[in-house]
């Protein structure tokens, strides 16, 4: 079970896992592959993990690029702007 639990907080979704775990090894405080073949397996999900990361990191600046201009909060907002202001979004 402590194998599952590594491999899912490590990124890898449960069909990969099922693939992977009958050849991994607990060496303790690790969980290890018990083959060298096995490693390509390993580095396409590290970057596949590392492809999500930088898509997450560029809408983040994506973000960043619109909050950066925004006015001051005292400013005069739009009726339709006050819900979102208030946190509440309608059709969302």
Do not use: F, K, N, W
């Amino acid at each position: 079970m402590r194998g599952i639990r590594t491999l899912l907080a490590a990124g890898l979704g449960t069909t990969t896992i099922g693939e992977l775990l009958p050849c991994m090894v607990d060496a303790g405080e690790e969980l290890v592959p018990a083959y060298p073949e096995m490693l390509p397996d390993l580095y396409r999900e590290r970057q596949r993990i590392s492809d999500a990361v930088a898509d997450l990191l560029a809408a983040r600046g994506v973000l960043d690029t619109s909050i950066t201009p925004t006015l001051p909060l005292d400013a005069l907002e739009p009726p339709a702007c006050e819900a979102v202001g208030s946190g509440r979004r309608s059709g969302a």
